[in-house]
Nanobody, 124 residues
Framework: VQLQASGGGLAQPGGSLRLSCEVS????????IGWFRQPPGKEREPVGCISSGDGTTNFADSVKGRFSLSRDNAKSTVYLQMNSLKPEDTGVYYC??????????????????WGQGTLVTVSS
């Protein structure tokens, strides 16, 4: 069972990046996926999540209106589209299976597994 985040890099303020979370070893369609980030010197914080089934999403106030989530169950991949990036979006981004406490519905119990993160740096 693995979750692998990718797509990070350097972006300018106001720019965009798209992160991917590719999973293996389990059926993505049954799980809600959450994205989290850890800014430098700070604790990990939630970014948003996408439900299994209807794909409804929920986001932290800090990214609402700028970030969006989508999923392609056939490709076992969830995408985090980040627009209008700000320096405070800088951090290591992780994906994980999540449960209802994060505001998303899931058909399967979260597994509590974290994959390797991907570093996003927003700087001019």
């Amino acid at each position: 069972v693995q979750l692998q985040a990718s797509g990070g890099g350097l972006a300018q303020p106001g720019g965009s990046l798209r992160l991917s979370c590719e999973v293996s070893g389990f059926t993505l369609a049954y799980y809600a996926i959450g994205w989290f980030r850890q800014p430098p010197g700070k604790e990990r914080e939630p970014v948003g999540c996408i439900s299994s089934g209807d794909g409804t999403t929920n986001f932290a106030d800090s990214v609402k209106g700028r970030f969006s989530l989508s999923r392609d169950n056939a490709k076992s991949t969830v995408y985090l589209q980040m627009n209008s990036l700000k320096p405070e979006d800088t951090g290591v981004y992780y994906c994980a299976t999540v449960g209802p406490r994060w505001g998303c519905k899931t058909d399967a119990t979260p597994m509590g597994i974290w994959g390797q993160g991907t570093l996003v740096t927003v700087s001019s």
